[in-house]
């Protein structure tokens, strides 16, 4: 039985992960001081004997006292509503909860997995993006605690690979949705889908035709998978190449939860990117992997799980 330590285990991505991995039989320990994450989500996994939840602040020194195959670091706040509330937090839990973690890593010599982000490539010139793109990134505007947080994450985890010959991945995740993303949680999903099933105002910002990829959790999780069993080391694109406009997205959401909502534009916020779309040109490649659940199929079931849960 091979054991896993997630960091951000409580989370939208990290508790989607701890489940699948009991499900694949391993033991799971999950490691989340709640800052974004919440015990609800990991609440149905708690009765088994093969998980452990361990309340801890990465960005500080981290004890674990069994053995580990492997460390997954999924710790960090996502969202710009979150990470421009917590700036200094999300630096730390880049840098410092970083640097524990992969010297858990090392200790336990256990193989070790960073989740980054397609924030690395900023507001990019290059459309779709792929992994050997450096990126348009500006360092001191207000998306940049996470945008350099991540950029400085890879770099480090790069360093342990190269110094130490720690096996180290690193997942470039793009916009993933999907059950258990947060109401509040400010990103363009929950925000429309619960404008629209309260009939609300669907908040479209700048023109609508800034671009976004979705990809559904249950897709994002098997590329996760896939590559935490692969023998690559270079950076990784998971994440849907097909493309929308958000305006079209908003319309969308509109149909499938036949709102009555109306769609109003709001100014564009600070340094937003303008395209996201990855080239999975190698997760096809090297993991064999692609995303299967179709736009329409994840948001019916986001749709569902958000009235379910709004009924509560």
């Known amino acids: 039985m091979k054991t896993v330590l997630i960091t951000g285990g409580a989370g939208f991505i990290g508790s989607h992960l701890c489940e699948f991995l009991l499900g694949k039989g391993c033991k799971v320990i999950a490691m989340d001081n709640l800052i974004t994450g919440s015990l609800k989500n990991i609440e149905h996994l708690r009765g088994s004997k093969n998980f452990k939840y361990i309340h801890h602040d990465v960005s500080k020194h981290i004890v674990v006292n069994e053995s580990l195959d492997f460390v997954l670091h999924f710790a960090s706040p996502a969202s710009p509503v979150d990470y421009q509330k917590i700036p200094i937090q999300t630096l730390k839990v880049g840098s410092l909860g970083t640097h524990n973690t992969l010297g858990l890593a090392l200790a336990k010599k256990a193989k ?97 035709k800034q671009t976004r990829s979705f990809c559904y959790v249950s897709d994002l999780i098997d590329g996760i998978y896939k590559l935490m069993m692969s023998d690559t080391n270079e950076p990784v694109n998971l994440g849907n190449p097909e493309e929308h406009t958000i305006l079209e997205f908003a319309e969308l959401i509109k149909e499938l939860t036949k709102s009555k ?7 564009l916020p600070i340094d937003d990117p303008h395209v996201r779309c990855p080239d999975i040109t190698r997760a096809r490649k090297l993991l064999g992997w692609h995303p299967k659940v179709e736009l329409n199929d994840g948001l019916a079931r986001t749709i569902e799980w958000s009235k379910m849960t709004n009924a509560c």
């Open 112 to 208: 070790y997995m960073l989740a980054s982000t397609s924030e690395v490539y900023g507001d990019p010139l290059v459309n779709p993006q792929p992994e050997s793109y450096w990126g348009n990134v500006n360092p001191i505007g207000i998306r940049g605690c996470y945008d350099e947080s991540k950029r400085f994450a890879e770099a480090l985890t790069m360093a342990y690979h190269r110094i130490h010959k720690l096996d180290t991945k690193i997942a470039r995740i793009f916009n993933t949705y999907g059950p258990r993303m947060r109401k509040d949680d400010g990103r363009v999903v929950p925000n429309f889908i619960n404008q629209a099933l309260k009939n609300e105002s669907i908040t479209v910002y700048g023109n609508g």
């Open 261 to 267: 909502s109306k769609i109003v534009f709001k100014p």
